[in-house]
T-cell receptor
């Protein structure tokens, strides 16, 4: 049982390049989330999805886009990377929107934009 | 002021010591989570609390809803407990987790 799998684990981008981060879960969870983690700050929500085909903005959505074409996958895209997007990105999933069954996190993607 | 505050920010302990990490929050919540993150690693859920106390091995988590405060205790600490411990609250009536900045724990042998 893999849980939540993020790919890639590390990436270095040049300013202006684009990339997609993939999050895959095998627990049949409805809710999926993308967070970024920066030094000295708590995780901040970028975008989330409450089910297949749905997405919604979180606290810090600017510069990112997401898609949830299949229930098990949640993609995070950076169309034109900026140094301010250097961060560690975490994907998470939960069975319910109330989080009553807890959250499962991926192992993170460390992104550096130069 | 952050909605979720953790203290201390950094903590160094000797192996065997009893450790307490505190979390205070200023919003109404439906649940509080304690998470663990090892250096360079992913985030693992330790506890989810809505009242009272939970225990798992050497870890104990408590919450006082009236005082809007939770504590994570580690008994007989060990170097493998060295990690970042994160408090997160699920905001009441919302679909949102709010995270503390984390407490960096180092346990020396």
């Amino acid at each position: 049982n893999a849980g939540v799998t993020q790919t890639p684990k590390f990436r270095v981008l040049k300013t202006g390049q684009s990339m997609t981060l993939l999050c895959a879960q095998d627990m049949n969870h409805e809710y999926m989330y993308w967070y970024r983690q920066d030094p000295g700050m708590g995780l901040r929500l970028i975008h989330y999805s409450v089910g297949e085909g749905t997405t919604a903005k979180g606290e810090v959505p600017d510069g990112y886009n997401v898609s949830r074409l299949k229930k098990q996958n949640f993609l995070l895209g950076l169309e034109s990377a900026a140094p301010s997007q250097t961060s560690v990105y975490f994907c998470a999933s939960s069975l319910s929107g109330t989080g009553g069954y807890g959250y499962t996190f991926g192992s993170g993607t460390r992104l550096t934009v130069v | 002021k952050n909605e979720v505050e953790q203290s201390p920010q950094n903590l160094t302990a000797q192996e065997g010591e009893f450790i307490t990490i505190n979390c205070s929050y200023s919003v109404g919540i439906s649940a509080l989570h304690w998470l663990q993150q090892h250096p360079g690693g992913g985030i693992v859920s330790l506890f989810m609390l809505s009242s009272g106390k939970k225990k798992h091995g050497r870890l104990i988590a408590t919450i006082n809803i009236q005082e809007k405060h939770s504590s994570l205790h580690i008994t007989a600490s060990h170097p493998r407990d060295s990690a970042v411990y994160i408090c997160a609250v699920r905001v009441e009536y919302g679909n949102k987790l709010v995270f503390g900045a984390g407490t960096i724990l180092r346990v020396k042998s």
